[in-house]
């Protein structure tokens, strides 16, 4: 549909240089065409002054989403100017000139190049120009207008989430709210119904209901169970033009979930239980679970259980489990099934958060029965007391019965019991114990100051079943018997002053006693009868356990007696009285004149020798020096048995002597007598070795004499032969020099220091027969190995 709208201006002179212009507009099916008619007034001869004339702009609308086959006729602009000999040229500018809108710049008709959109621009605001092509000068001013486009229902509804999750009390009224939906319509909510919503329920009827305006979701049911349906789903619809036919619309769903209270009762699934028990089960023992059921769920389902009669409530227990929700049945006292064999439990179920809006329901609890059944076992043997205490007098006969344990067995076939001491305690075996009736004895003799004590252990096992055996502590007391006599509680060291005067206390004296009487000791005290009429001392009773000594004449003279021995009768007040005699030394001492020791009895013998006491020391130092000489010669006697028999230089054993003097040979007789070598009685024959002291087991070999015309060489040769046939030769290397200096020697070294590189080993054997005291070299040299170890 094209409209026109047409827009005339008449312009009046009314003066030569005054031109008003007065806007008329016209309207045309119901659009608007404004025009603008600018008129210029010329007289002949004489110059016309052009004023500024104003333009008059409607609104043009224009319709959104226009589709038909041409563009889309806007409106057209025009000057009273344009006096349609093409001299004029339109200009538009402004919002979307040139893409959106175009104009004919030789008429000045406007057409939309493309298809509007309102919800993306809904006015748009522009600027034209009537302009002269031939000196490019406006001839109108430039002027504003608007064209705005005109709204059609071309956009649905649109519900802010696409799934929206809502939730709801189980067993809620009707009409109670559970969640606000929302829809926007991107239409013009000012032009028409395009933009109004309608809200409708199209899924979850009857169970919920919509509010068409402001689209709160209600429940339309009473009493809605979570037990019997959770999740419930439902789709609502926006849509637009008020919901009228034509409108366009758009759905979103609702999950609703209702949510649990507590609404239902614990209930068991079951009216009687029951469990059995062995009698032997320690307390606490778990011996079965139960389980009341409850739909609700959370705190709601949470169950405390209870047993609320029977003859078991205080036999056993009732726990809750919270994990589970079970009830377990524990042991809470000992179990006998010879007392009791079968109990009867009512246990109760009961919410532990019950809901005050449900109780006209009914109670929220429920009960069960259970029962429990005892099943015997073989039990151990039962002593009558838990502990047994036996006293005994310490004076009790060996094999004398000092008290008796009893111990049965429990269960219903009373088998046969024994007893026996645990050895552990009582490892000198002093107690035993009749092993068929319990009564214990003794087995060697007491002594409560000893031990005043004992504690063992007696087992009682079954006969038939060694398995089954049960121990009971017996705490044995020794009973005290006066069998040990009093006597001073300790030692005492007393004097008296020479100077002393008669009926002066000079010490006080006290008793102990091992044994223990129940009313305490008591004890007296008196001299011998021999002594009952002292003439130096006497003995005061302070009737205390003390005693005092009193001295019975004046002053006491260290020449004539130094020493006084006091005997005295200590006696106790048991049962049979016991005493002992105790004697005090009193010694006689030198004093001051307040009664203080100075000196007694034994310095003062030395004193009257007239020996002062440098004397005594002088004395003492000879003692002392006398006893080290002693020892000093002592300890050399014994160094000089010690010493080595060969002390001297001329010790040949592994000595090498040296002659630093080369003389003229054998005709130079003044540096060496040779003779000496040729002497035969120059060797000490009968001299025996000085390194040890054979014994006379080898008779020493006389070698034949030698002359003095005798070749010096064959000499050595000889000497050289008998030393090694020798059998007193030393068995340990040695050098033996004779000095003389001939031709080289066939036999090579003289000394047995290289006897290892001949070829043949010396034959040592005969060592092992010269005794003992060679026995050490017998293994040194007699062996194949003895050079090598």
Known sequence: MRTYYCLAFLIWSCMLHVVQLTPSPKRTNKYLHPERIMGLSQDAGKTLHRTKRGWMWNQFFLLEEYTGPDTQYVGKLHTDQDKGDGNLKYILTGDGAGSLFVIDENTGDIHAAKKLDREEKSLYVLRAKAIDRKTGRQVEPESEFIIKIHDINDNEPKF???????????????????????ATDADDANYGNSAKVVYSILQGQPYFSVDPDTGIIKTALPDMSRENREQYQVVIQAKDMGGQMGGLSGTTTVNITLTDVNDNPPRFPQSTYQFSSP???PLGTPLGRIKANDPDVG???????????????????IITDKDTQEGIITVKKQLDFENKMLYTLRVEAANSHPDPRFLQLGPFKDTALVKISVEDIDEPPVFSRASYLIEVDEDAKEESIIGQVVAQDPDTTKNAIKYSVDRHTDLDRIFNIHSGNGSIFISKSLDREETPWHNITVIATEINNPKQSSQISVFIRILDINDHAPEFSKYYETFVCENAKAGQLIQTVSAMDKDAPPQGHKFFFELVPEFAVHPNFSIVDNKDNTAGIMTRRNGYSRSKMSTYLLPIIIFDNDYPIQSSTGTLTIRVCACDSRGNMQSCNAEALLLSTGLSTGALIAILLCIIILLVLVVLFAALKRQRKKEPLIISKDDVRDNIVTYNDEGGGEEDTQAFDIGTLRNPEAREESKMRRDVIPETIFQIRRTAPLWENIDVQDFIHRRLKENDIDPTAPPYDSLATYAYEGNDSIANSLSSLESLTTDGNQDYDYLSDWGPRFKKLADMYGGDDSDRD
């Open 160 to 182: 802010t989430k696409d799934i929206y999750t809502a939730s709801v009390p189980e067993m809620s009224g009707v009409g109670t709210s559970v969640l606000q939906v929302t």
């Open 279 to 281: 009698e032997s089960a």
């Open 299 to 317: 705190e709601n389902a949470e169950i405390e259980y209870s047993i609320s009669n029977g003859d078991g409530s205080d036999v056993f227990d």
